[in-house]
């Protein structure tokens, strides 16, 4: 079972792109459903390992412009998504 918690970045939402918090929450509705090892495979969000500072999150794309940042926590049956950071990149 899987539950992706947007706590940390419910404040981030609020000043971000209809666009990018409806990609966002699609995303987590889809963690929830079928499992992140299948939304992994999707295209659409390029999902990655991060390196570096990050090492051990991963990120997916909402954009060109914006990541969210998540680390994955596995608690018996249930395996906790949780966006840490909703960021823009300047490119």
Do not use: C
Request: glycine share 6%; charged share 30%.
């Amino acid at each position: 079972m899987y539950k992706v918690d947007l706590t940390l970045v419910e404040k981030q939402i609020k000043w971000l792109p209809e666009h990018v918090v409806v990609k966002l929450r699609k995303w987590a509705i889809q963690v929830e459903l079928y499992g992140i090892n299948e939304v992994r495979k999707i295209p659409g969000f390029h999902d990655e390992p991060l390196k570096g500072d990050r090492r051990g999150q991963r990120s997916i794309r909402l954009s060109i412009s914006y990541r969210a940042i998540y680390s994955e926590y596995e608690t018996g049956i249930l395996v906790l998504i949780k966006v840490e950071e909703v960021s823009k990149h300047d490119y």
